[in-house]
């Protein structure tokens, strides 16, 4: 059973950093690549960064302060967040699809798997 488990959020004031880890069980993800999003209320799940054996990709509200990385074996993702801002606050999600040509990373419904989230609140 393909688990993807998120952790490392919690509450921080505005400036400081967090990292986020998310465990990849059930399968080798060496084919995968592996993305992070987040969910303020009441707003859509946005894309915030992927990472494949091509490369990676951030959006612009969060790149030179987030990075995203991942261990050799590829099964645990991670995003460090520096320099965090309150509009930085949403449950971040970690989640994985297989890499094909073409395929829209910063689209949600191109990943095969989602994790149950962590809560980053960043305070003023």
């Known amino acids: 059973q393909v688990q993807l488990v998120e952790s490392g959020g919690g509450l921080v004031q505005a400036g400081g950093s967090l990292r986020l880890s998310c465990a990849a069980s059930?399968?080798?993800?060496?084919?995968?690549?592996m993305g992070w999003f987040r969910q303020a209320p009441g707003k859509e799940r946005d894309f915030v960064s992927v990472?494949?054996?091509?490369?990676?990709s951030t959006t612009d509200s969060v790149k030179g302060r987030f990075t995203i990385s991942r261990d050799g074996a590829g099964n645990t993702l991670y995003l460090q967040m520096n320099s965090l801002k309150p509009e930085d606050t949403a449950v971040y999600y970690c989640?994985?699809?297989?890499?094909?040509?073409?395929?829209?990373?910063?689209?949600?419904?191109?990943?095969?798997?989602w994790g149950k989230g962590t809560q980053v609140t960043v305070s003023s």
């Open positions: 059930g399968r080798s993800f060496s084919n995968y690549a």
């Open positions: 990472i494949h054996w091509g490369g990676s």
């Open positions: 989640a994985a699809a297989i890499v094909s040509w073409g395929r829209n990373w910063g689209a949600v419904d191109s990943y095969d798997y």
